[in-house]
């Protein structure tokens, strides 16, 4: 069946439910940002034309909202606990509804198992049920319950999951046995899914899937009108917990020279204790007397948490300045409590890592906290420029859709496993060295890996310096790492195209494969397709890299992609 995009969103309102706070919070955010919604749809239809798109059957289980799971954040929806996980799951759920597709949603067990055909009360089903959805999102809670109630359904069907993860799950915590031998086993990963099965909320690592969220957009006149009505020497605090002002008094002090300070810091009778007398704090807002505040503020500033929400995004759309401290040492799930079990190694340089690499200047200024006059002078600074709203492509509702249907249509994660066994050589080259260069591309008659998606010939593969990253390799040639490239890499072959003097080729399990090992001139081949990483690196080795090339404002597609 055909898909066909809706614009009347009042029946995914009922389909929501009612009762919890957080659902109350992500209706009312979906009702609100409907208008947007609409007009996106309609411009992606013009865009994708008379393309064909499947109509699928999909349930969204969100784990964290059931009582089984303990349900901690709807009792703190309004009292400053994080907002960003609903808010990205509304828009999901919107995306979904908005593209046309067959929509189930579930926030308790109960509702879960009768939708999965699992009697309730029979706990562990040992029987294969037909599963009716082609698609399941959830997140790491309700994956735990679909393992304990599907039975050998689970094994069989996990390939249609998608589990929305904020921070994101590397490859080498995915892997079981892997994690289990080398030190990556955590609380949260080890569940041997493909990794872009894991969709996060910002681009951090390509070795998952990018899903995001949105943020509202301004037209024209609203710019206009904000530009000419913001006060230069308004500031407003990012975060809405007590807690993050503590300490920060010698920043706040200097900040209070310059700018009238607003918080919107929840608290139950009086001022809490953190915030200075000075500040003006609106207590929690509703989101769109948030956003009224950000229209009127000329800087949003942060203190080092939370850690890459979407408030900045929504800043910046709005046409504040983001002022953000650069971490130093970065910190990471080895050094920091936020981190700690989280499956990944990502190092975070900054509050807000996307916002500054992604956006940058004149929207985002990071800068070194601890030098007084660094962060005195970026304030002046910022006093005095003059910056239009902002909003990146992937984080407009029409990107939102537009990559949501790009993964919905070419995902395939129960397909058989690509081509090129690993250590194979393949029969017919595909790769040419490209002229005056040292990266390797698809050759124009390679028919090698017909229906390939993202296409095999987007792929540019590099040979990276000795202790480089892949996700980086590929970002200082202007590209993106594409780990389902790796497959195309994994041979004697591609290191020759390369011009690499391999004395020796091995095949082994490490996450960092397949590499160069300069010392004993060693080449490593990749024997297990899952571990092929993005993530990671050691001044062992020079890795090879799959990279692609990538859409302007929409890291997760490349041109030919759509
Ligand atoms: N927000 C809000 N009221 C406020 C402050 C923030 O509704 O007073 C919203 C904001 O619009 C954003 C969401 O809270 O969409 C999440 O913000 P944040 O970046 O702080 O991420 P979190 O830590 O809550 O996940």
């Known amino acids: 069946v055909q898909a066909v995009f809706r614009s009347n969103l009042s029946h995914l309102l009922e389909l929501m439910g009612s009762g919890k706070e957080s659902l109350i919070f992500m209706k009312k955010r979906t009702k609100r940002l409907t208008a947007q919604w609409v007009l996106a749809a309609q411009r992606l239809a013009r865009k994708l034309g008379s393309v064909w798109r499947d109509q699928k059957q999909i349930l969204v289980h969100i784990g964290f909202l059931t009582e089984e799971s303990g349900d901690v954040f709807s009792p703190r929806v309004l009292k400053g606990g994080p907002l960003g996980e609903m808010v990205q799951w509304a828009d999901i759920l919107a995306t979904l509804y908005i ?53 050998l359904s689970f094994k069989k069907y996990r390939c249609r999951i998608r589990v929305i993860d904020t921070f994101g799950t ?118 769109p007397e948030f956003q009224q505040l950000l229209r009127k503020a000329k800087l949003f500033i942060g203190f080092g948490f939370p850690y890459e929400g979407p408030a900045p995004l929504e800043a910046i759309a709005n046409g504040c300045v983001f002022l953000q401290s650069r971490f130093s040492p970065p910190h990471s799930s080895l050094n920091h409590e936020f981190f700690r079990g989280k499956p990944t190694s990502r190092e975070v340089f900054s509050q807000h890592p996307y916002a500054e690499n992604f956006i940058g200047k004149p929207h985002v200024w990071t800068v070194d906290y601890n030098n007084s006059e660094e962060f005195e002078a970026a304030i002046k600074a910022i006093m005095r420029t003059q910056v239009d709203p902002y909003l990146p492509y992937e984080y407009t509702c029409e990107g939102m859709l537009e990559r949501i249907h790009a993964y919905i249509q070419h995902q395939d994660f129960c397909a058989a496993p690509g081509p090129a066994p690993p250590g194979a050589r393949a029969p017919l080259s595909p790769f040419v060295l490209a002229p005056n260069a040292t990266h390797l591309e698809w050759t124009q008659n390679a028919s090698f890996a017909p229906g390939a998606w993202p296409p095999a010939h987007s792929l540019r593969a590099w040979l990276a310096t000795a202790g480089r990253a892949c996700t980086d390799a590929c970002l200082d040639h202007g590209l993106i790492c594409e780990p389902s490239f790796f497959p195309f890499l994994n041979s004697q072959d591609a290191f020759q195209k390369l011009q690499v003097p391999c004395d020796s080729t091995e095949s082994e399990m490490n996450h960092l494969y397949p590499a160069f090992a300069q010392p004993g001139h060693e080449c490593f081949l990749q024997k297990e397709p899952l571990l092929f990483s993005c993530a990671g690196s050691s001044t062992k080795y020079h890795r090879l890299c799959p990279c692609r090339d990538f859409r302007k404002g929409q890291v997760a597609l490349c041109q030919d992609c759509l």
């Open 99 to 151: 593209l046309g597709h067959g929509l189930r949603i579930t926030v308790s067990l109960k509702e879960l198992q009768s939708n999965l055909g699992v009697p309730p009360g029979r706990g562990n089903c040992p029987l294969t049920m037909p599963l009716p959805f082609d698609l399941i999102y959830t997140d790491y809670h309700g994956l735990q319950q679909m393992k304990q109630h599907m039975g």
């Open 170 to 287: 590397e490859p080498a915590y995915n892997h079981e046995e892997y994690a289990t031998l080398h030190g990556y086993r955590t609380n949260w990963g080890y569940w041997n899914l493909n990794p872009k099965q894991f969709m996060t909320m910002f681009p951090h690592t390509p070795d998952n899937s990018f899903m995001g969220f949105v943020s509202e957009e301004l037209n024209e006149t609203e710019k206009q009108l904000i530009k000419g009505s913001k006060a230069s020497n308004m500031a407003v605090v990012y975060g809405k917990e007590a807690s993050i002002w503590k300490g920060k008094e010698k920043f706040l002090g200097i900040l209070n020279k310059y700018m009238e300070i607003h918080g919107t810091v929840y608290y139950e009778s009086q001022r809490p204790p953190e915030v200075p007398a000075f500040v003006k704090n609106h207590g929690l807002l509703p989101q």
